[in-house]
């Protein structure tokens, strides 16, 4: 497995060579194994454990057998342990949503704070079998059937292209040991459910199941690129932008001999799960709307028009200038701080740390701009940020509400989103300024 797993980061991660990585590990096979195979590689990578103390003594003896790990392959361990319980119940979440909420948070901070490049995961082809059957049995689009992307920003899954049989051996063969969790084996979650009791029955069935389900998926690929290309011409010739909504044009929707598909793809991105609501939409009265968690979708004569819940319309479009010696700035979306501090922070997405030597001042917060580009910390090389937008799905409502600030023509931060690699501090930093949004 080693070289062809060496083959796979040579071919189509190697943008991986050279870069500080940190290797998300729980002690289970997966992730020991990937730790095994990027160390065997010389990649530069750390590990980083969550403990979410779910398991009593079992997850303490996970934290132990990492530690043991990191010194066997000389490798630096970061731990960190979370009341994942008490998250859960304040955040009205169920236990393994909660940790999953906690793990990508604290993954955030490796690339914002401590300046790793990219974070690794050890997803397999498996797993991505299995969230298929997961979303198939949920009632999902095309996108749901996609799969687990293999680089998703700077989240990177080397294991994807291999099975569950293939880390198996080669834990056989190197004679690997590793920590099993026992909640894996309960059946009362449906991921294991469908590992132990279904996806055998599916292997047995044809010994090439799980290939011909990879090329299924290559094909579902393709043809979401074909319907995302297409939908991108009807979006054009269908929507219009008014203010901060959207409007659809009923009648050119009509004209379709089926609108209801293109409906779904047009407003997909909204968290709308009353469909057939949405799709009476269509003939129903002036005035009839249809929520979702975000936004409002509002029957108005010829129109359907898409808004934000309560959003506020019509609020000049300022740019905002801020000189060196200011502290803080109200805008009409909210408050911005600005402090020189000795030392970086762990911090939310709402608060940026930046090398202040880099910045030409006054800075400005306006509107992004056709056009614009920046350098996102944790990638290579620039990115325009309509294609950042694009990657991130943003859809046109949310993007006409992003703003960027900026130094001179340079984009600094995307609020809220991301910040610039170019004002990133380093050890040669001499001024920390903390920006933070409220």
């Known amino acids: 497995m080693i070289s062809t797993f060496k083959k796979h980061i040579d071919e189509s991660l190697s943008f991986l060579k050279n870069k500080k990585l940190i290797l998300t590990i729980s002690g289970g096979i997966d992730s020991v194994v990937l730790a095994h195979l990027c ?17 009593g003594a079992e997850s303490d003896g996970d934290q132990a057998f990492l530690v043991q790990l990191a010194k066997d392959l000389d490798l630096e361990l970061f731990i960190e342990s979370f009341n994942t319980k008490q998250y859960a119940e304040d955040a009205k979440l169920s236990i393994q949503m909660a940790a999953r909420e906690l793990r990508y948070r604290w993954f955030e901070e490796f690339v914002n704070v401590k300046h ?7 997803h397999h082809a498996d797993d991505n079998l299995e969230t298929f059957l997961i979303n198939l049995s949920r009632g999902t689009g095309i996108e749901g059937l996609t799969g687990i992307p293999e680089v998703n920003d700077y989240i990177v899954r080397p294991l994807l292209p291999f099975s569950r049989a293939e880390i198996i051996d080669f834990v056989k063969e190197n004679n690997i040991k590793w920590r099993e969790d026992s909640s894996n084996s309960s059946t009362k979650y449906l991921r294991n459910k469908l590992r132990h009791d279904v996806i ?51 009648s050119k929707l009509l004209k ?25 939409l269509l003939e129903a ?55 020189t501090v000795s030392e970086l922070q762990a911090a939310p997405n709402t608060t940026i740390f930046v090398d202040k030597e880099f910045l030409k001042f006054p800075l400005t917060i306006r509107k992004w701009e056709q056009g614009d580009y920046f350098f996102p910390l944790g990638m290579r090389g620039k ?34 989103r991301r910040s610039d690699n170019r004002f990133k501090v380093s050890a040669d930093t001499k001024q920390i300024l903390k920006v933070t949004f409220e």
């Open 285 to 339: 009265q002036s005035g009839k709307q249809v929520f979702s968690e975000t936004h409002r979708l509002l029957k108005d004569r010829g129109f359907l028009i898409l808004s934000l819940k309560g959003s506020q319309n019509n609020i000049l479009e300022l740019d905002y200038k801020i000189s060196e010696d200011l502290n803080s700035i109200e805008t009409s979306f909210g408050t911005f701080h600005f402090e």
């Open 383 to 416: 990115k325009k940020l309509s294609k950042y937008f694009k990657d991130e799905k943003l859809s046109l409502l949310e993007k006409e509400h992003v703003w960027v600030l900026t130094s001179g023509k340079d984009i600094v931060w995307v609020i809220k």
């Open 200 to 250: 055998p029955v599916l292997k047995g069935i044809n010994l090439k199941w799980l290939q011909n389900f990879k090329n299924t998926q290559d094909h579902l690929h393709d043809s979401k690129t074909l319907i995302d290309d297409y939908m991108t011409q009807v979006y054009k010739d269908i929507a219009v932008l008014d203010g901060d909504n959207i409007k659809f044009n009923i």
């Open 256 to 280: 379709f001999p089926n609108p209801k598909p293109y409906l779904y793809e047009l407003l997909k991105s909204y968290k709308f799960t009353a469909w057939d609501d949405i799709y009476n």
């Open 116 to 122: 790793y490049d990219y974070v690794l995961t050890a």
């Open 39 to 55: 160390h065997d590689l010389g990649l530069n990578i750390a590990l980083a454990h969550c403990n979410f103390n779910l398991r």
